[in-house]
C-alpha cells in the first residue's frame, strides 16, 4: 500500500540513502557548484530511528545497520536504487505531497524505518563521520531546492522589529484608514501611505528583548542595520541578502566611515556572521551565547539531486554560501503580527517582520 509525503520529508530520506549508496559527498562551491578537489568519504552516519540511535556503516558494497534492535546487512546498491526511486517521484510530481514510488514501502519496512524525517531534539537530522568510522561526527541539517524549503530565521512575531510613526501626529481615524488598507502588496502600500501623509517611520527597537540581545552580540548597531534592509525589501522589493547590503552600503545607515566600508567590507562581514550564527543555532526567543548548537553544517539539495555539503570547518566557503544563497521572505502579517500601525505607551509603531531563508536557485 502507497503511502503520501512532502518533498521536504522525501529529500531527507533521499539524502540519506544517496550518502549511503555513494559512500562520499562532495563539497559545495559558494555558487553551489560542486568542488570535484574537495570528494569527503563517508565512513559512518548516525541517526535517530523509532527505536533509537541507529548507526548506519559504510562497509565496501555493503550497509552495516546496527541498533537496539537491529543488526541487518544490506547491499549498497539497493539504497542507490531506492535514492533513485524517490529522486524520479519528486521530479516527476508537481505537488508537494508525493505517493511513494513502487517498491519504496517494502523496502522501509526491511530495513524498519517508518520516519522519513529523524525525530531529533538537537536540530541535526543525521550526522556523518568522514574518512573512519571513530572520526568525530558532524551534525548536518539536510535542505533541499526541490522542495519548501525551511527558513534559516523564521521567529514569528518574536523577529518583529519596531519603527516608530513620527513627522505629524496620526490622529485615531488616520491610523484606521491606514491599517484598513489592503492591496496585494499591503505591507509597502500602508507604508507608502503613511509617508504620503506626512509620517516617518523611524527605526525605535527590537521588539522582542531576548532577540533584541541575539542581534546586538552581533554588533551594537547591527539591528539598525536589519531595519533599513527590511524597509528596503518591502518597499522596493529586493530580496536577495547580497543585493540588499550592497544598497545598505550605499545608504550607510551606520554612518561608519568609507575606509571602513569598501575596505574591510564591514556590513557584509556583519551579515555573514549573523547568518551563520543563525545556520549553527541561534534562534529569536532563545539567548544566544555564541556558543554552536549540535548542526555543523548543511546538506543542500540541489535542483537536479545533486547533494553538496556545506560545513563550518570551511569557514569562507560556508559564510559566502550563506551570503550569495540567503534572502528575506515576507511571512504572514496575520500571523506574525506586522504591517500595522498600533499605539503602545502613547507613540504609534509600526512592526516589520524578519524572515531569512535560502534561495530556491
Known sequence: MSFEAT???WSELYTFFRLLSDGQVFAGSPQVKKREDACLPIALIQREEHDGTRKYFIENGEIHIVGEKIDKVIPRETFGDVANAILAGMKASSEDLVTS????????????????????????????????????LVGFNVRSRMSVMNPILDGGRTANLKFEQTGIKFANPMINNVNALET???????????????????????????????????DLHFPRMIAEMLRIMQIEGITKVSELVDCIKEINPLKIKEELIVKNGFYEYKMKQFLVALALGMRPA?????????????????????????????????????????????????????????KENGLVYFKLNLKIGLTKR
Open 7 to 9: 518533498k521536504r520529508e
Open 101 to 136: 514510488p513502487d517498491g519504496v514501502e517494502k523496502f522501509l519496512d526491511e530495513v524498519s524505518i517508518f520516519d522519513l524525517e529523524a525525530r531529533t531534539d538537537d536540530r541535526t537530522d543525521f550526522y556523518l563521520a568522514f574518512y573512519h568510522v571513530d572520526s568525530p
Open 184 to 218: 496585494p502588496n499591503v505591507v509597502a502600500d500602508r507604508m507608502l501611505l503613511i509617508e504620503r501623509l506626512g509620517g516617518v517611520l523611524k527605526y525605535a527597537d527590537v521588539a522582542d528583548k531576548v532577540f533584541r540581545c541575539n542581534l546586538l552580540m552581533i
Open 286 to 342: 532563545k539567548i544566544y551565547t555564541g556558543e554552536d548548537s549540535a548542526v555543523s553544517g548543511i546538506l543542500l539539495v540541489t535542483g537536479s539531486g545533486e547533494v553538496l555539503c556545506y560545513q563550518k570547518s570551511d569557514k569562507k566557503v560556508f559564510e559566502d554560501f550563506l551570503y550569495l544563497n540567503s534572502r528575506l521572505e515576507k511571512g504572514s502579517t496575520e500571523k506574525d503580527k506586522y504591517g500595522f500601525m498600533e
